[in-house]
């Protein structure tokens, strides 16, 4: 529950910012991908600047969550040795009651 209000507190907030961010930059501009000649139409976008400042950060989200992906690979990897050794040893541990287990069976009843 606790969890839920602090979402709230945080999360409606920003959306009300976002709303009258996204409201206050309605002007459309053109983002231009030819250096050498600006004004060409074929290598140009025109939109609202917040559409373009949005584009920005949802690939700036992307390209963080795949650079922090691949920066705790070796813990993932460490992680898979780690469970695969557990398994091997919980296996040899099994082993040994089993034949514990035998050998007590084995042993005359006093």
Request: hydrophobic fraction near 50%.
């Amino acid at each position: 529950m606790a969890k839920k209000i602090i979402n709230l507190l945080i999360l409606l907030p920003l959306g009300i910012i976002l709303i009258i961010f996204c409201v206050a930059n309605r002007q459309s501009v053109t983002l231009a991908f030819n250096p050498f000649r600006p004004e060409d139409q074929v290598l140009s976008l025109s939109a609202p600047f917040f559409v373009f400042l949005f584009i920005a950060l949802i690939i700036g989200m992307f390209a963080g969550s795949a650079v922090t992906w691949v920066n705790q690979g070796k813990h993932r990897k460490r992680a898979r040795n780690e469970a695969k050794e557990a398994v091997r040893w919980q296996g040899e541990a099994d082993r040994h009651k089993a034949r514990s287990e035998d050998i007590a069976g084995q042993l005359p009843s006093r």
